[in-house]
């Protein structure tokens, strides 16, 4: 493999390394000064994975009240192949006077988020070293 594949494959690894830290920084800011409120499924976005045999996913948007009591809503960043069902209430967690960083609240959402970022960075970086001392 070319010294340019494993140049990627160590910059991708450390560039999704510093976005799980980033996550992880992000997520305990919003354990320690997030406002937490209850949110309800309004409505579903579909989208497809996968490409010649596509499956439909759906995105779920989310209505919340603000800390001013003001309706928001947002798109959620999880997108799963289960239909979500609407009207179902979930836990949202935003910063105080920044409604737009609202985001679920639940463990699942924050391990996915950690799991994915710090799991193929490590993967990638790996696979670069291992390439270029092998």
Known sequence: MSVLWQSVLVLGGLLLIGLGVKEARTQRRMRRFGA???????RLQESYIGGEFSEKAYIPVIRFPDEHGVSREFLSTVRSTR???????VPVVHLPGSPG???????GHKASALAFSFGVG????????????G
Request: aromatic fraction near 4%; charge should be positive.
């Open 36 to 42: 937490r409120v209850e949110g309800v499924v309004v």
């Open 83 to 89: 239909k979500p069902v609407l009207g179902a209430r």
């Open 101 to 107: 960083t609202a985001r679920l609240d639940t463990l």
């Open 122 to 133: 490590v993967l990638f970086l790996a696979i670069g070293v291992v390439l270029a001392l």
